[in-house]
Every structure is written in structure tokens, then in C-alpha cells.
């Protein structure tokens, strides 16, 4: 490995000395501007950003050797609270926090003791990240690089921001957050552990009437199932609070958990009362609001306390959850009689019983309230069939059995036989209005943690300032934007179309971490997933800016009105005209960006929220045109993280097992859509492909002994090299990147490995190739090519090379020649096979002639359009090729090859016609002999009469189905 990694870093540095990968605007020459997600330096560059930074790389690469120009920046993200939250914990000066950190992240631990603030944490992680992704070979023009802290970056925000403000798009008011009670401060994705999106939505309450008078409140998903309630569910184990709640009719008291009453403070005014354990408040009875009917609180310890309220209605019938459990209960305390608990029937679905909870629990054969998956599982289906196609019951009315609210009988009668969609809506109104119904906000996706190590709980923020993803008008453009866009893979299109209408008013600010400040609200500092939704536009400028030494008090909203939207006087602005033409024509240039690389799991914000602000504040003619959003990288099967210490960190990858061997496991493990699984036998393996390719080409320009010939070994070998590279070409085009390494790497060796065995001295023509595919493997890996480019005596910087044009490769096909040796491999495999269940050590073949091979052809046309086998056998009768009787058993012959070809393989024989079998077989005579180990005693025509007839052989050869008779030497 000390080879490839001394080979990395001797090209890295020149490479960045000749300054290669940095880009200006060339005009006449075609354009790429891609980008990849800027990386939060709260630790070093991983395995997860050595994936989504190659894609980007490799089509870098790609398209600078196809003669585009082609710019790759790259930023750091020091906004937020990840960076805070680990300065915290290495300031406390905990050596052993210490050392664990060193040890996870592959760093001197008494370096990082130094580190006491954000700044100077994110520092040291941006550097080893930086220089990580320098040796990696990431082909970035490094002049453009910045960080979310430095001050033309902030002018920038703040310009973005008063744009949004401007528009009506920042709205200030009272909405659900997530929020961290530590720190007392919204958060979202980049402030968790794990980076989890609190998952934030409204469920229902439905309150019953206890016979002590308190409101006994249930959270709900499904207020329409209210009526077939048993029971009500609370857990033994649990401490509940009788508490003082603030509703929108006024005071109420409620008795609800402990847990769900500290939850609800953050929502609304909560005053405690007293305390009540979950035992005592077992076999008390409350009443329906609804039905009137009065139930029972019986204790089952699946209920979680700190969801909704921590207490649970029970509806066996339609809740798989709750008729296991009451089936339970009622085999340990009833002896299996059910009685009052009896499941009752609300909903009709087609294709079930009154009770489909029953059918699903039975179908799936449920035992168990510890079968969750299962439990799971049959849910999901109730509750969708119903939602989608469930009827309220007819009889329902007949369920009231008291008014407890007046008109609940009226009510049930409007509801009976509507669709369960309408029932829901009717009954959440009906309840809400007289005071029976309410609504909380929960976390559904609970328990998410801060990165400090608290809960995150839902808070009701007053006077926070929100982006209004939920703007109808600003949602119609985003869709608008994203019906053009290219998307890979395109089978995200429909998360993305959720998840833009599913978006709400989104908390945009912060008390705490570093970042930009709200520029009309001081101590609010704009939080990282709204700073980073078109910093791709920042690029084209901050080198010039740098340049001209413009200082940030000039970066003002005039300024950058002008730059990016051509808004204003430019003499007005403060700047040098000229300057502001320039940096306004670069970013025109460069405008729109091409392709946008980030990871799967940050479609459901960051992604999403860079085609709103895009639409927002560009023209249509800006729009981004990409998004690549690959799958994780497993390690040894399992997600990283750091309570696991399977972090793999970039730099320790690259120099432990070289940039070009990461690079290519990498690149060739997974299609970009796909979870990679990422181990130590995958790295070692592709370590000996590269090793095997580097002693091929070695080998190859040491042999001195060459021939001058051209035939059809070489030509063969030509014209499935230009195949394999053009099939690379497509491939890469598409984003599938490990599809094109299947080709470069494994397809082409392997043809020049078979090619050397095909032939006793290789050609000179060999070499030609061999050039052509190190510029096919350097986009993948960049260094063992450079090396190997220099090291066969070619000038010039490989990096810098142009790849072979389409044009180029596309007359180096010859599928005459491909359909030659495709015939010579399936013989070679014919007569494998044959050894395997005949003696012998000796072989004549009987062939076809190639006018024999029409028949062939008309055969696959006959069966393409339809046809059977017994239009074959009129074709053969007519056409003279067999009679009557030979007919039937060469017509199954023919079309049993026919089924067995591949469709690429039958298409080439339609468009060539036709192969001369003779020729190709004594041509590679002792090939065959030397990979089959049978001596070939002699090569017949079957059309020659004086050909002699062993074993009665010779009748039987056909087109692309030599006839062979094995035999044992005398």
C-alpha cells in the first residue's frame, strides 16, 4: 500500500502546483458547474463523504476529458450547534472523553485537548478534512473554498434572507418546533444525534368523563374509531398527574402521565395538582362523550407514558394492538370470557369480518404483544384499508347509549354509512366545538435526542421567526422546478414531491452555535439548514472577491442584487463598475448549476429546501438542472456512528489503503442509489485488481518483441474495448458510476488477459489501447494512471488528457469480428461440455456454410414477429433447406439455439449475417485445443461431399452449432 500512497501524494502536489483543477470561464468551450454537500467540520472527512464527494470527482474527471470546463468547489459548514456541542464536551477537559473522541476519529489526542472553542475545534477538523480530500485526489479548484463564518459569506446570508423577507416568505409567529429543553432552543436534523429530523404532527385528543370529574384524555390518531371504545388503557408502572391544562375553551383538569404533562408545558400553561400512580387509577369507570357508554381503565404496560398523553382508548375491533391485548387480559383475569370488552364493530371494509383486527392478528397468526413487527405489520393494513375504503356501519346509532353531549345522537346518525375519510373529520369537529375534543403536537419518530444528550420534545415558539415552506404559491414553483429537473435516482422524484407538500413553516433561527445573525433580530443566529440552500451561487465569486480585496462592509444587498440577479445601479453600488461586470459575468458563466450531490437522507430538508430558496430568489433560467442523491456506506454491514467506533475517517482510509484503492471500492461496490457495504476484503481485493492491472500494462511496454499484425485477435480486442468504453461513456452519463467500472476495470482486463492467451506474440496495437484505457480508468483512479502514464514514457500531465471521442471509439467497432469470437466461445463452451458426458481426447467438427446462415436469420425473424416453431418448419420445407422429415427435429434444434442466445447476440447475427466458422476454427486451432485440452483432428464443411461422415455427424451441423464428434486417439 506505501507504493499507492507515496504514488497519491507525489501527484497530488504536483497537481496542485500546475494548478489543474483550477477553472476560469472560456467561452465557446461547453460548461459543468456541479457541487457536493459542504461538510460540517465536527469531526473529520469519513466514508460517507469519501462516496458522496467521488461521484462528483469521477464526473469531473469524466467531463474534462471530454473537453468541458469543468469547476468542482468545495466550503466548509461551521454553522450550527454540532461543532458546539463537541467544543463543550472537549472543554470540560475530560481525558477520557478525550481519548474516546482521539480514538473514534483517528487524531493525537493531545492536539484535540488544545481545542477549547467551536472555532478552533472546526479549524482542526477542516484542515485534516481538507488536506484528506486533497490526497483522496478530489479534483476541487481550492481558491473557491470558504466557511459559513467568514464575513462575505454572511453578507451573502443576510442578502439571501432580506430576499425571503421581501417576498413574504419569513413569517414570525407562534408554531410547533422541535425544541431542546437544555439549551431552550429550536432544532432540527444537524443538531441531533444521529442527525435525525424531529418528525413533527398534530394527533387528537378525545376527552372522557371520569366518575371523580376529571377529563381522563386520549391521544388518538383515530378519532373516527371513538365509538367502538371498551376500555380505556393506562400503564401500572406509570406515575400520572391529575394537572390544571390550558385548552382553547379555558382551564380544564385532566389526568394524564407525569412524562406527557412536562412534554405538554412546552405547548401550553400546565399546572401540576398532584400525583397518582397507574395502579390507582385502575377499575375506575369514565364516560364515553359520545356513546355514553361507560368503561373501564384497565392496566397494560405496552402503554408508552411519554406519547400523547400516556393514556390510550381501546378499540379491539379495528386496533390489531388492542384486541391482543384484550385478548390477554381477558385469558389471565377473565377465564377467556370477554363480556363488555367484546370488540365492537364501526367500520366496514370489503374482504373482512366485523372484527378486522381479528382476521389480520389471526391471518398473520399473532400470539404475542411482544410480536411488534407483526403487530406492526397488521396495523399499517387495518388502518389503511379502512382509511382508504371503510364505510361507517349503518347501525352505528345504535352504539349511543346516553347523551353525554347533546346532539351526539343526531351526530352518529349524519355519519352512519359515510366514507371513514369524512367520519374522521366530522367527529374531530363535532368533539372539538363542544369542548370534548383538542389537538397536541408529537414527535412521531420519538425518542430524538439533542446532541448535548437531552430529548427533544415539541415546543410551541411565540415570536420565532419561520420560512413558509408551506406557502401554496412558493410550493407550485418548487414542484414547477422539479418537474424539469433530472433526478438520480429518478425513483426519488416522489419524495421529493411528498416531502415539498408536506412542508411547513420551518424555525430558522437559533440562540446558540455559530453562524450569521438575523440582521433584524440580534441574538438570533440563522441555523444550518437554512444558510446552506444556495451557497452553489457564492462559489462563482468569493475568489474574486478575495481578489479585488473587496472588504465585507461593501458586500451590501445592492451589491449583491447586482451580481446575482442584475438588479440596481451598478454605479451606485460602492464597487468599481468594471469589477462588478466581471464578477457578474463569472457568475452568469457558471449559472445554472449543472448537478447537485448530496446523500439520500437529506431529501426529506436540505435538498428539498435548495429547490425552494432557488425558485425563490432566481429566474427560471437558474434553476438547477440535478440532483444526485446517493445511498450510505455500511460499515461491515452497519451504519456508522460513533457509539459503534465504526467511523472510518478519509484520512486514515487513504493512507492506510491508498486513494486509489478506496476510490475504486468505492466507485464499483454499489450503484449511486444503493446502500454500500464497505469492508476489509473489499479493499484488499480491489488493491490486487489495481495491482494486477499495474504488472499488465508494466509488462506489456517492457516486451520488446511486438508483431505488426492486425487481425482478428486484435481487432477483436480493439472493437470490445471501444464497446466496453462507450458503454462506460453512457453509463457516466446516466450517474452509474459502478456500471462503468464494471467495464474499464473488469471487462477490458479481462479481454486483454483472453486476447494474450488468443495469440503467441502480442501486437503493437496492444500498446495504443493500453493508452487509451489509462485515460478511460483515470477518472476513477486518478494516481496509479498518472504514474503508470509517465512510467511507459508518456509527456504531459495525464490529468490534462482528453479522452478518446465517441467518434473515435465508434469506428473501431467491428461486429463481424465480435461475432466471430462470440461463435469461437460458445464452441469452445459446446465442447467443454461434450468432455463432461463423452469420452475422448481427439475431435472432428463438421460446420456450416456461411450461406447456410440464412436460414438462421429468417428463423429469428419468423419467431421475433410471433411465429412457432411450425412456421420454422414450413420456412425450412419451402425454402429446400431439409424435407419433410428432417424438418420437425432441425426446426427444434434451430430454435432452441435461438432461445438460448442473448438478445444482443441474435440482433448481431441479423445485422452481420453470417460467420465463416471454417476459417475461425483453423485459424484458432490450437487455442481451442489449448483451452479445451481436446486436439482438433480436423475441420470439415458440411456442404463438402467428400468429407467423410463419422458417427453420422456431419447432417446435423447448423448455423452457430458446429456438429462435433469426439473421439479417442488409436
Not at 63 to 87: E, Q, S
Request: neutral net charge; contains cysteine; hydrophobic residues 40%.
Amino acid at each position: 500500500m506505501s507504493y499507492l500512497v507515496n504514488v497519491a501524494r507525489k501527484w497530488s502536489r504536483v497537481w496542485e502546483e500546475r494548478r489543474v483543477y483550477e477553472v476560469n470561464p472560456k467561452e465557446g468551450i461547453p460548461k459543468y458547474f456541479l457541487t457536493a454537500a459542504f461538510m460540517y467540520p465536527n469531526g473529520p472527512a469519513h466514508v460517507g463523504h469519501a462516496r458522496t464527494y467521488l461521484i462528483p470527482d469521477v464526473l469531473a474527471r469524466f467531463l474534462r476529458g471530454l473537453g468541458y470546463n469543468v469547476l468542482f468547489p468545495m466550503g466548509f459548514h461551521y454553522t450550527g450547534t454540532p461543532i458546539l456541542a463537541l467544543a463543550e464536551g472537549l472543554a470540560t477537559g475530560n481525558s477520557q472523553y478525550v481519548s474516546s473522541v482521539a480514538e473514534v476519529f483517528q487524531v493525537d489526542a493531545s492536539e484535540l485537548s488544545k481545542l477549547k472553542d467551536p472555532v478552533s475545534v472546526a479549524r482542526f477538523f477542516h484542515e485534516i478534512s481538507k488536506n484528506a480530500m486533497k490526497l483522496y485526489g478530489l479534483s476541487i479548484d481550492w481558491r473557491r473554498e470558504f466557511t459559513t463564518v467568514d464575513p462575505e459569506f454572511k453578507a451573502f446570508i443576510r442578502w439571501q434572507f432580506k430576499k425571503l423577507l421581501d417576498l413574504g416568505y419569513l413569517t414570525r409567529g407562534s408554531h410547533p418546533v422541535g425544541w431542546c429543553p437544555r439549551h431552550n432552543m429550536p432544532v432540527g436534523m444537524h443538531d441531533t444525534k444521529g442527525d435525525v429530523e424531529p418528525e413533527i404532527e398534530e394527533i387528537y385528543l378525545i376527552k372522557f368523563i371520569g366518575s371523580d370529574g376529571l377529563g381522563y384524555v386520549v391521544a388518538t390518531l383515530r378519532p373516527e374509531t371513538v365509538l367502538g371504545v371498551t376500555n380505556i388503557w393506562v400503564n401500572p408502572n406509570t406515575k400520572y398527574c391529575v394537572a390544571r391544562v390550558e385548552t382553547s375553551r379555558g382551564i380544564d383538569t385532566w389526568v394524564l402521565s407525569c412524562e406527557a404533562a412536562k412534554k405538554l408545558s412546552f405547548q401550553r400553561n400546565v399546572e401540576i395538582l398532584r400525583e397518582v400512580s397507574g395502579e390507582d387509577l385502575i377499575g375506575k369507570e369514565v364516560v364515553n362523550p359520545v356513546t355514553g357508554r361507560v368503561v373501564r381503565v384497565i392496566e397494560a404496560s405496552f402503554v408508552d407514558p411519554r406519547f400523547g398523553t400516556g393514556v390510550v382508548m381501546s378499540v379491539p375491533a379495528h386496533a390489531p394492538y388492542d384486541y391482543v391485548a384484550l385478548r390477554d387480559y381477558i385469558l389471565s383475569r377473565k377465564g377467556g370470557s370477554w363480556e363488555s370488552l367484546e370488540p365492537i364493530p364501526l367500520i366496514k371494509v370489503e374482504g373482512y369480518s366485523d372484527v378486522p383486527a381479528r382476521d389480520v392478528v389471526e391471518k398473520l397468526g399473532i400470539r404475542s404483544q411482544d410480536e411488534h413487527t407483526l403487530l406492526d405489520s397488521a396495523t399499517k393494513e387495518v388502518y389503511r384499508v379502512e382509511l382508504e375504503s371503510g364505510v361507517m356501519r349503518s347501525d352505528v346509532v345504535n352504539l349511543v347509549e346516553k347523551e353525554v353531549v347533546e346532539g351526539a345522537r343526531s351526530f352518529v346518525e349524519e355519519i352512519s354509512g359515510i366514507p371513514v375519510k369524512e367520519a374522521r373529520e366530522k367527529i374531530k369537529n363535532f368533539l372539538m366545538i363542544r369542548g370534548f375534543g383538542d389537538t397536541i403536537y408529537e414527535i412521531m419518530n420519538a425518542p430524538v435526542y439533542c446532541r448535548c444528550g437531552t430529548e427533544i420534545v415539541v415546543k410551541i415558539v411565540k415570536d420565532q421567526w419561520f420560512i413558509n415552506y408551506g406557502n401554496p404559491e412558493w410550493k407550485k414553483l418548487a414542484l414547477e422546478a422539479l418537474s424539469r429537473m433530472r433526478l438520480v435516482p429518478e425513483e426519488a422524484r416522489t419524495q421529493f414531491v411528498y416531502t415539498i407538500n408536506w412542508l411547513r413553516e420551518k424555525a430558522c433561527t437559533r440562540s446558540r452555535g455559530l453562524g450569521t445573525e438575523l440582521p433584524w433580530a440580534p441574538g438570533w443566529i440563522i441555523e444550518s439548514l437554512s444558510d446552506s440552500t444556495i451557497y452553489m451561487a457564492f462559489y462563482t465569486v468569493i475568489h474574486k472577491i478575495r481578489e479585488y480585496k473587496i472588504p465585507p462592509e461593501k458586500l451590501t444587498y445592492e451589491f449583491w442584487d447586482y451580481v446575482m440577479l442584475g438588479l440596481g445601479d451598478p454605479s451606485k453600488v460602492g464597487v468599481d463598475r468594471g469589477i462588478l461586470e466581471e464578477l457578474r459575468k463569472e457568475f452568469l458563466y457558471w449559472y445554472p448549476l449543472d448537478s447537485r450531490h448530496s446523500g439520500k437522507d437529506l431529501i426529506p430538508n436540505h435538498l428539498t429546501f435548495f429547490i425552494f430558496n432557488h425558485v425563490a430568489i432566481f429566474p427560471e433560467s437558474l434553476w438547477p438542472k440535478q440532483i444526485v442523491a446517493n445511498g450510505w456506506v455500511l460499515v461491515q454491514g452497519e451504519k456508522m456512528a460513533k457509539s459503534k467506533g465504526n467511523i472510518l475517517p478519509l484520512h486514515w482510509l487513504v493512507s492506510t489503503y491508498s486513494p486509489d484503492v478506496v476510490r475504486l471500492a468505492i466507485a464499483s461496490g454499489a450503484e449511486v442509489e444503493s446502500d454500500l457495504n464497505l469492508d476489509v476484503d473489499v479493499l484488499d481485493s480491489t488493491r490486487a485488481k489495481l495491482k494486477a492491472i499495474h504488472d499488465l500494462v508494466t509488462s506489456i511496454f517492457r516486451e520488446s518483441d511486438l508483431s505488426q499484425v492486425v487481425d482478428l485477435p486484435e481487432k477483436w480486442l480493439l472493437s470490445r474495448f471501444a464497446r466496453n468504453v462507450l458503454g462506460a461513456y453512457d453509463d457516466l452519463s446516466g450517474v452509474r458510476v459502478r456500471a462503468a467500472c464494471l467495464k474499464i476495470f473488469y471487462n477490458i482486463h479481462q479481454d486483454i488477459l483472453k486476447y494474450l492467451e488468443m495469440v503467441e506474440k502480442p501486437s503493437k496495437v496492444l500498446r495504443d489501447l493500453v493508452i487509451m484505457w489509462l485515460k478511460a480508468m483515470h477518472p476513477v483512479t486518478p494516481f496509479i494512471t498518472e504514474e503508470l502514464w509517465h512510467e511507459i514514457g508518456m509527456n504531459g500531465l495525464l490529468a490534462t488528457e482528453e479522452l478518446p471521442s465517441r467518434d473515435e471509439l465508434r469506428k473501431m467497432i467491428d461486429e463481424s469480428v465480435e461475432l466471430s469470437y462470440l461463435f469461437l466461445e460458445r464452441f469452445i463452451d459446446d465442447l467443454r461440455n461434450l468432455t463432461k458426458v463423452v469420452r475422448g481426447n481427439e475431435a472432428v467438427i463438421y460446420v456450416s456454410s456461411e450461406a447456410d446462415y440464412k436460414h438462421l436469420v429468417e428463423s429469428i425473424r419468423i419467431l421475433r414477429e410471433g411465429g412457432r416453431i411450425s412456421d420454422v418448419i414450413r420456412y425450412l420445407v419451402a425454402s429446400g433447406f431439409a424435407d419433410q422429415k428432417q424438418a420437425p427435429k432441425i426446426a427444434k434444434t434451430l430454435v432452441d439455439l435461438i432461445m438460448s442466445l442473448p438478445p444482443e447476440l441474435l440482433e448481431a447475427i441479423v445485422k452481420v449475417g453470417s460467420v465463416s466458422e471454417y476459417e475461425i476454427l483453423l485459424r484458432f486451432r490450437k487455442f481451442v485445443e489449448d483451452e479445451t485440452g481436446i486436439k482438433i483432428k480436423e475441420v470439415y464443411r458440411s456442404s463438402d461431399v467428400s468429407a467423410p461422415d463419422y458417427g453420422g455427424k456431419k447432417k446435423t451441423a447448423l448455423p452457430f452449432r458446429p456438429s462435433i464428434m469426439l473421439m479417442s486417439s488409436s
